[in-house]
């Protein structure tokens, strides 16, 4: 299967992003994982490095609206650390099924470890007016 790449044009402009767990497995089921990836924006938040506008977090998938100097860079290091957290706990307690399948669901070529827990990618769409902020956000009727 080929990797398809979004771009980030205009890095410092607010986008959509959906960060997906592999297999779209139900991680965030358990608070102590859904405490990694609120702690890790705060972090970046607070180190000046992303501006969030808003998010919500699934059982197995995120989106947030964000913008940030180097947006690519901000959501990749936050997609690793989370990502090493969450499986460090996962491993720590044995959560043997959810280990298991995370070894299952890694991309062949990613050879320098043993899981993978995010999808790669994160689909960013550039959000260009007040609208299309609002429709980002708005539930289908």
Same mark, same amino acid.
């Given at each position: 299967m080929t990797r398809t790449r979004y771009v980030i044009y205009e890095k410092e402009q607010p986008h959509f992003l959906?960060?997906?767990?592999?297999?779209w497995l139900p991680i965030f089921t358990r608070t102590d994982t859904l405490d990694i990836v609120l702690d890790s924006w705060r972090f970046l938040q607070k180190e000046g490095r992303l501006k969030i506008y808003g998010y919500v977090v699934l059982e197995n998938h995120l989106h947030l609206i964000a913008s940030a100097p180097d947006l690519g860079k901000?959501?990749? *290091?936050f997609k690793s650390f989370t990502a090493r957290r969450i499986i460090d706990y996962l491993v720590d307690r044995k959560v043997e099924v959810l280990l298991q399948q995370l070894r299952f669901w890694k991309n062949h070529h990613k050879v320098d470890r043993e899981y993978q827990l995010w999808q790669e990618g994160s689909h960013p769409q550039q959000?260009?007016? *007040?609208?299309?902020m609002l429709q980002s956000w708005s539930m289908p009727t």
């Open positions: 959906t960060c997906t767990v592999v297999g901000e959501i990749g *290091d959000i260009l007016n *007040d609208a299309m």
